[in-house]
């Protein structure tokens, strides 16, 4: 029976999520192995497992039990060790390299931040800021919508005022909220918003962070900004930049 | 500690977030290489969800007729006068980094992460937005 392992944690944790309900129809529940100082949370790992909804949230929910009580080193989903031997034995040989990661992220908590523009909003804003284009949308007004060509020719200019306007806001972001955080991870660009940013924030400062959130949301109006968290510190549990899995196929196929 | 969006007042619980925090869990994350990852056919749903501006033919057309029906003086977002602010647009290299985002882009497609991404969106966004086999074929013409 192979073991899915949720996260690594210290045997001291306070309120291990013993016997709550794991990946997996029906859920296995979560057991708990202990090593030294050293806890993993695991389960059995259920045949088959896919990247499913309910999985994913299991996944996700037994983490956040753990990380609302103490300190964890939560697993990317899906890891499997062939028993429960061999988690117990990667605990006991890399026992030094994960108190280490655990002392240093000891109190502190992750929050995404995510931004996509309201599309009306900014092109209120990139018209508000260009002459150019509200000349020639004025232009195109008075001839009716304007040809075909003047119309590509004015939708090229803008699409490029909002491109601008994306990398603008995105700096703007990062540089706002990087200051009330205690390290910060870049999301892959590749996913579709303007900004995706981690955030490893202090538990005691969150509200701090919270506030520059608001801060920037009210500098930003035409800034859609999501914010989740506080998360286990996902993009924080290597030193380092994080290293996403995704990198490596965006690097080979963007290359054409 | 539960996913919550602040932004909408915490309605829904952990679900509500799940398509935000997806890239998360799937991507960041402790890797054990004494462990075995099971596989994730469907991870590239998270690369292809493209909604930056990209420049194609139709999102040209789209955004000069938007900027058509915009009345500045009135509505939301109105805005107070700025100054130009904007003087050179960075246009080859922003938009050379969405054709790479979308270029880059794998296609398949996974039942579990739709149904996510749906289930977490209870108010679809207004935007129109084309797949990307279409916006593809459009920036090829």
């Known amino acids: ?256 | 500690m539960t996913v919550v969006p602040a932004q909408q007042g915490g309605g829904g619980g952990g679900s509500s977030g799940l398509y935000d925090v997806l890239e998360l869990i799937l991507d960041r994350g402790l890797v054990i290489d004494a462990f075995v990852r099971v596989s994730l056919v469907g991870i590239e749903i998270l690369k292809i969800d493209v909604r930056v501006v990209v420049a194609s033919v139709d999102t040209y057309l789209r955004f000069a007729e938007a900027c058509n029906r915009l009345d500045l003086e009135s509505g939301p977002h109105k805005n107070p006068g700025l100054p130009d602010l904007v003087g050179e647009m960075t246009e080859s290299g922003a938009r050379g980094k969405s054709k790479g985002a979308l270029s880059g882009a794998a296609e398949t497609i996974s039942g579990a992460f739709k149904e996510a991404r749906e289930e977490s969106r209870p108010e679809p966004r207004p935007r129109a937005r084309k797949s990307t086999a279409s916006r593809r074929k459009e920036e090829a013409e």
Do not use: C
Request: hydrophobic share 40%.
């Open chain 1, 1 to 256: 029976m192979s073991t899915y392992v949720y996260g690594i944690t210290a045997a001291s944790h306070p309120a291990l999520p013993d016997g709550m309900d794991g990946v997996g129809a029906p859920a296995r529940p979560v057991r708990i192995l202990k090593e030294g100082d050293l806890a993993a949370v695991v389960s059995d790992a259920p045949e088959g497992l896919r990247p499913k909804r309910k999985d994913l949230l299991a996944h996700q929910n037994v983490l956040s039990e753990v990380g609302a009580e103490g300190v964890v080193l939560p697993m990317r989903f899906g890891s499997v060790a062939p028993d429960d031997a061999a988690v117990t034995g990667v605990l006991a040989e890399r026992a030094d390299h994960y108190k280490e990661r655990l002392a240093t992220l000891d109190g502190k908590v992750e929050y995404n931040v995510k931004a996509v523009h309201d599309e009306e909003a900014v092109l209120h804003r990139v018209m508000s800021e260009n002459a150019e284009i509200r000349a020639m949308t004025e232009a195109n007004r008075q001839a009716g919508g304007g040809s075909y060509e003047q119309k590509l020719q004015l939708g090229e200019m803008v699409v490029a005022a909002v491109q601008a306007r994306e990398a603008e806001d995105a700096a703007e972001v990062h540089s706002a909220l990087e200051s009330v955080a205690a390290a910060v991870s870049v999301g892959p660009e590749s996913s579709g918003w303007l900004a995706n940013i981690s955030f490893l924030v202090d538990r005691d400062e969150a509200e701090q962070f919270l506030a520059a959130v608001e801060q920037v949301r009210a500098a930003h109006p035409h800034v859609d900004l999501r914010i989740n968290g506080p998360l286990p510190p996902y993009s924080f549990v290597e030193p380092g930049p994080a290293e996403p899995a995704g990198t490596a196929i965006g690097a080979d196929t963007g290359k054409e």
